[in-house]
T-cell receptor
Framework: EDQVTQSPEALRLQEGESSSLNCSYT??????LFWYRQDPGKGPEFLFT???AGEEKEKERLKATLTKKESFLHITAPKPEDSATYLC???????????FGGGTRLMVKP | DGGITQSPKYLFRKEGQNVTLSCEQN?????MYWYRQDPGQGLRLIYY???????QKGDIAEGYSVSREKKESFPLTVTSAQKNPTAFYLC?????????????FGQGTRLTVV
């Protein structure tokens, strides 16, 4: 059975304290892995797509990496405005549907 | 501006009542999706459609129905058979046949049973 697991469920950081969020997956035939940011009461906002092991993408303070079993979202020197829930999702070779993990709720305190 | 529009933002349903959630996109995307999100949880797929007049059940389709009569529109009906409909509903769209296939989401409809 295809599974996507995110850890930790919640993460509290001080402003400027760098950390990483994890997304591990067991799927048959990965087409792509996606990271989204979701603010309370809003729809998810697309951040990154990763297609192959070893691939990395960056956007401001965020950097996403991919291995054959997991992906990391590294947050460097976070600011309070980075507080949100971060969702990862996998897309299988068989279709376009996304299977989501449970999300990591990030709280950055000033 | 291109995007996905969901309406209404808030919806209240009485016991035994059917309600329909609207989703419209002007991104010229082939595929459209409906997800359900419960508090503190990830998204679960209800239904998806890859082309007009065709749709498939997702992981939690029981108690829901959809139609895809136009490329731009993919309404979701929550029927009285759905015993626990209170949730946040998200519609998404993506390309299907070529190119980048990331899904773009609407701003959601919060459904509450009263």
């Amino acid at each position: 059975e295809d599974q996507v697991t995110q850890s930790p469920e919640a993460l509290r950081l001080q402003e400027g304290e760098s950390s990483s969020l994890n997304c591990s997956y067991t799927v048959s035939g990965l087409r792509g892995l996606f990271w989204y940011r979701q603010d309370p009461g809003k729809g998810p906002e697309f951040l990154f797509t990763l297609y192959s092991a070893g691939e990395e993408k960056e956007k401001e303070r965020l950097k996403a990496t991919l291995t054959k079993k997991e992906s990391f979202l590294h947050i460097t020197a976070p600011k309070p405005e980075d507080s949100a829930t971060y969702l990862c999702a996998v897309q299988l070779s068989a279709g376009n549907m996304l299977t989501f993990g449970g999300g990591t709720r990030l709280m950055v305190k000033p | 501006d291109g995007g996905i529009t969901q309406s209404p933002k808030y919806l209240f349903r009485k016991e035994g009542q059917n309600v329909t959630l609207s989703c419209e996109q002007n991104l010229n995307h082939d595929a459209m999706y409906w997800y359900r999100q419960d508090p503190g949880q990830g998204l679960r797929l209800i239904y998806y459609s890859q082309i007009v007049n065709d749709f498939q059940k997702g992981d939690i389709a029981e108690g829901y129905s959809v139609s895809r009569e136009k490329k731009e529109s993919f309404p979701l009906t929550v029927t009285s058979a759905q015993k626990n409909p209170t949730a946040f509903y998200l519609c998404a769209s993506s390309t299907f046949f070529s190119g980048d296939t990331e899904a773009f989401f609407g701003q959601g409809t919060r459904l509450t049973v009263v």
